[in-house]
């Protein structure tokens, strides 16, 4: 019976892994039933090919927070500055305004979305709009629609204009139960935060999304990320940002986790070099969609160590912040990125001894340039 030969075929492609050779695309799109918005049956989820397309056009939401500025300047470097349009709903600072192309889009409004991608064809589509864990714990509500509606609206419009999609995971995406040292890609996931929560969920429905619908899904699990020129959006691992800020303008630093607290770190380069180097992966070299990245750990009094060598007259005190301090507990000490190197060659650039040099070296020249203006 041919109803019964379809509904076999859907089964055995939806339960059969990557690993296996199998791989959404050789389901044929008629087979694959309607997404939640109605997807028309007959609708080419590859309609954009990628031949055209060593011209992306791309759209970066939530731009305006700690990672997307520099991922919009990095991107216009490969793409061209007009082919990358960053986004948010917040005003950009003037010198972001005029670095290239800027857009307001609240990744709420589904509709206004869909407008942004049909009006500008865009191909690549990197979802960075997100409440950290530290103030997702603060809203829970807030986080819950921008983290998880949000993605839902992204995740549709991607489907259907055949976009290739990055969507940001972490290593807030383990908790308590996971192996923490180290934690490899597949485990244990049971995050006890909203931040988490939603993470994994943004895991398996982009993973969902790619086996049933076909969707380019391509997903990233980043440690704390490290930088100077733009400050972190209220999360747990920013006492690793701050200490810079706070050593080289006030030579005194007060950390809110324990000096003990092991947490995988990663300089911002390195993560934004891995956000381009899996978007640009042949297919056939990804055995899975969401990978752990990986590049250094290391805890506040470690850190704090490998400063004093450049600043000694830092004092560094410690006043824990309990929500943190319990978020941290549950996070990994150290990932295993072993799959990314191997599948797709993942390798870092930056460890702690080259973390701390060229932070202070940025932070000192920008505040040479403060006291000569
Ligand atoms: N920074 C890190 O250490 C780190 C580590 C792991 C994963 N990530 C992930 O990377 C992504 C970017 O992180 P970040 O540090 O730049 O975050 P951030 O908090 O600094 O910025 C998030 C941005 O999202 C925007 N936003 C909030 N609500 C929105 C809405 N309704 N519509 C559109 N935009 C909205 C905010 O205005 C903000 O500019 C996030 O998904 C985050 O989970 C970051
Ligand atoms: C680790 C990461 O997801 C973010 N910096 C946070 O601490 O919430």
Redesign the pocket.
Known sequence: MPVFRVSRQVACWMLQSPACGCRASVLPSRLLGTSPRQIPMDANFHSTSFSEADQQRVLI????????VGLASFLRKRFGKDNVIL????KPPEHVFLSGPFIY?????YKNLREIVVNNRITWLF??????SA?GEANVS?AR???IT?LHNVLDVAAEHGLRLF??????AFGPTSPRNPTPDLCIQRPRTI?GVS?VHAELMGEYYYYRYGLDFRCL???????AD??????T??YA?QIFHEAVKNGRFECNLKPDTRLPM?YIDD?LRATLEVMEAPAESLSMRTYNISAMSFTPAELAQEVLKHIPELQVTYNVDPVRQAIADSWPMNFDDSNARKDWGWKHDFDLPELVTTMLNLHGSESRVAQAN
């Open positions: 939401t939530g731009g305006l927070g700690q990672l997307g986004s948010d709903i917040r889009s609240d990744i709420l409004d979802h960075y709009s997100a409440l950290l103030v807030l629609a921008v983290n949000g969507v940001p995971s972490t290593i807030g931040y993470k699990r980043y440690p704390g990320i490290i930088s733009s400050q972190p959006g209220g999360g691992t920013d940002v990663m993560c």
